[in-house]
């Protein structure tokens, strides 16, 4: 099993649209929790993170933790053309290599005009 | 914010050729770096954690005699691919902490193709 499991989608929602987002993970140890957006060919950009459980809103973008169930979830509202993008969910805590992050498969979003 | 400049962003190589990944950290030092590789509709993987003056920390399965990483400075970081075959053709990405936070910095990333 792998740490991290993201749906890779495709997902493709209308304008306008609220859009949910999730991973799960399997290693409790993770305590970071960042959502990251990748454009084709690109590097990726961060997006939101959150520390242990709970909920964080930044404009249109709400990330969601729940340790208890190891799911996090990120809400787009009211989507845009200029959303379409991959989304990378990304963990770190303890692992073997140090602090750095374990991601997902990544889920492709797609909105459309 | 902090910036990690990858270059080149693509290069093609013929097979059995080296083929090296620089990245800068422009406006802050970076004394870790991670390297990631990503293949297509896949997540990135962790292949190897650089430290500045130090010898790199390569994941299982990764042939550190193969992906030569050197940390020289706080502000660059290389991969070099070395003898690359087709299989290699990949996604390469560089990542670093920021400093004062638990963020990490990403480099634009660098498209492989072996021929």
């Known amino acids: 099993q792998k740490e991290v499991e993201q749906d890779p989608g495709p997902l493709s929602v209308p304008e306008g649209a609220i859009v949910s987002l999730n991973c799960t993970y399997s290693n409790s140890a993770f305590q970071y929790f960042m959502w990251y957006r990748q454009y084709s060919r690109k590097g990726p950009e961060l997006l939101m993170y959150?520390?242990?459980?709970g909920n964080k809103e930044d404009g249109r973008f709400t990330a969601q933790v729940d340790k208890s169930s190891k799911y996090i979830s990120l809400f787009i509202r009211d989507s845009q053309p200029s959303d379409s993008a991959t989304y990378l969910c990304a963990m770190s805590g303890n692992s073997n290599s140090g602090y750095a992050l374990n991601f997902g498969k990544g889920t492709s979003l797609l909105v459309t005009p | 914010g902090a910036v990690v400049s990858q270059h080149p962003s693509w290069v093609i190589c013929k097979s059995g050729t080296s083929v090296k990944i620089e990245c800068r950290s422009l406006?802050?030092?970076?004394?870790?770096m991670f390297w990631y590789r990503q293949f297509p509709k896949q997540s990135l993987m962790l292949m190897a954690t650089?430290?500045?003056?130090?010898?790199?920390?390569?994941e299982q399965g990764v042939e550190k005699d193969k992906f030569l990483i050197n940390h020289a400075s706080l502000t660059l970081s290389t991969l070099t691919v070395t003898s690359a075959h087709p299989e290699d053709s990949s996604f390469y990405i560089c990542?670093?902490?920021?400093?004062?936070?638990?963020?990490?910095?990403f480099g634009s990333g660098t498209r492989l193709t072996v021929v």
């Open positions: 990542s670093a902490p920021e400093p004062g936070t638990w963020g990490y910095t």
């Open positions: 406006d802050f030092q970076a004394t870790t």
């Open positions: 650089s430290n500045e003056g130090s010898k790199a920390t390569y």
């Open positions: 959150t520390y242990s459980s």
